[in-house]
């Protein structure tokens, strides 16, 4: 305290035998230096509230139907990142996003990455379209929107060889075929978990018991530097998994 005093040349402090009370000079610095603390710690803030959002690309239908409805719920969290979201199809080269979910069969060289979610898929229409009970015979003569697994799903509900005749129109991704099947347009192959919600709706139905599995799935990759953000860290934690690094 002495080398303080003499560092400034001002008097801080009054003695009374062990007791020490504060100046007036020393007051008005201890106010001084409070503000300018204030001033620090909000500046550390602004900067932390500025930080870069997370540039996250997403396969389009596991965005629409999985991860947008989930958004606002995670951004309640503490310590929730900020998220740049891109939905595009094509899988966008290194550098570009830091975190991807795609759905493919790997390997991811140079990323870290865990298994989401197998793709499972199952024909899924509008009851209008296919009113009463469907068998599978039925099914096969009937307009199907074009997907190159229908011949495997047929196999697998024991009609091998089958020949399925498709509608005029192909669609670019799961969601797209989606909205085709509840306007009647035809069945579609469709994951039963991503559109829950439709069947709830009770505007697809998905009666048949036969799941055609694979190959791929739904992958989360990030770069090694990400590991632990609070946005990987969630999505692990949505699906109960660990990581397979690859």
Known sequence: MRALEAEIGVKL????GPRLTTTDPAKALGQRLEQALSLMRA??????????????????????RWLVPRLATYHTLPGADAIALDNIQAVLPAGSFDVA????????PGYGAANLMK???????????????????????????????WSAWFKLAGIANAKPEFVAT???????????????????????LLFADLRAQGALIAPFPWMLEGPG???LLWADELSECHFVRWMKSQFGIGTDKR
Not at 47 to 63: D, M, W
Not at 101 to 108: A, D, F, L, T
Not at 127 to 144: E, I, S, Y
């Open 13 to 16: 402090f009054k003695r009374h």
């Open 43 to 64: 500046a550390v803030d602004d900067c932390r509230r500025l930080k870069q959002p997370l540039r996250v690309t997403c396969a389009p239908t596991f965005a629409a």
């Open 101 to 108: 979910i795609r759905n493919g069969v790997g390997p991811w």
């Open 119 to 149: 793709e499972q898929r199952t024909p899924t229409f509008s009851p209008n379209w296919a009113p009463g009970r469907l068998t599978v015979k039925k099914l096969l003569q009937k307009p199907l929107i074009p997907d190159p697994g």
């Open 170 to 192: 192909r669609f670019p991704n799961y969601e797209l075929e989606a909205q085709a099947a509840v306007q009647g347009l035809g069945a579609a192959l469709l994951s039963p």
């Open 217 to 219: 799935g739904y992958w």
